[in-house]
């Protein structure tokens, strides 16, 4: 089986910062990653699919890169509505997620 | 709008048997493979089981292999997940998800959930 590694488990980060959150694949999974942000109490919500394109309605500042086994989600200038917890996803496999958190 | 509504989760002791429903609304149901997807408290999110589009085919992660059981009624827009042989660890918010591509059981992304529905699972 495929395991889905992401790092860092959490991160502290102020308005404005630019994030990057790395996942990474056991083995290579093309571009079939999607990624996931989930605040508490609330469902995940699907920012980007196939690493790199941007779920309708997802704010363009979320961006998707990497293939094979690389990949990163980058929110280019972080926004108060943005702190939330954030999931790598191929096929039937998550990440352990990655904490984004008020510095 | 595309909608998701579980239900049926409550406290069963474990050994004991549950039945979770999907309501599903504002797509093709029975054109999508659909997805049940779990997170215990406080922890992250684990793929649970999943159906093709026409019922024909069901996978399971090796968790509830031979304990849980996925089916859909595509005349009623439903999805249900029978848990039986419950035990502590199934203790979890369980959502039903669509999977974003029509006809393949090849999940690309999960592009629709419910709000969840609570399974507690305690004497």
């Known amino acids: 089986d495929i395991q889905m590694t992401q790092s860092p488990s959490t991160l502290s980060a102020s308005v404005g910062d630019r994030v990057t959150i790395t996942c990474r694949a056991s083995?290579?999974?093309?571009?079939?990653l999607a990624w996931y942000q989930q605040k508490p109490g609330k469902a995940p919500k699907l920012l980007i699919y196939?690493?790199?394109s941007l779920e309708s309605g997802v704010p363009s500042r979320f961006s998707g890169s990497g293939s094979g086994t690389e990949f990163t989600l980058t929110i280019s200038s972080l926004q108060p509505d943005d702190f939330a917890t954030y999931y790598c996803?191929?096929?039937?496999?998550f990440g352990q997620g990655t904490k984004v958190e008020i510095k | 709008e595309v909608q998701l509504v579980e239900s049926g989760g409550v406290v069963v002791q474990p050994g004991g048997s549950l039945r979770l429903s999907c309501a599903a609304s504002?797509?093709?149901?029975?054109?999508?493979?659909m997805h049940w997807v779990r997170q215990a408290p406080g922890k992250g999110l684990e793929w649970v089981s999943l159906?093709?589009?026409?019922?024909?085919?069901?996978y399971y992660a090796d968790s509830v292999k031979g304990r849980f059981t996925i089916s859909r009624d595509n005349s009623k827009n439903s999805l249900y997940l029978q848990m039986n042989s419950l035990r502590t660890e199934d203790t979890a918010l369980y959502y039903c998800?669509?999977?974003?591509?029509?006809?393949?059981?090849?999940?690309?992304?999960?592009?629709?959930w419910g709000q969840g529905t609570l399974v507690t699972v305690s004497s």
């Open positions: 159906i093709s589009w026409d019922g024909g085919s069901t």
């Open positions: 504002g797509f093709t149901f029975d054109d999508y493979t």
């Open positions: 996803q191929h096929r039937w496999t």
């Open positions: 196939k690493a790199s």
């Open positions: 083995q290579s999974i093309s571009s079939w």
């Open positions: 998800a669509k999977d974003s591509r029509s006809g393949t059981t090849v999940t690309d992304s999960f592009d629709y």
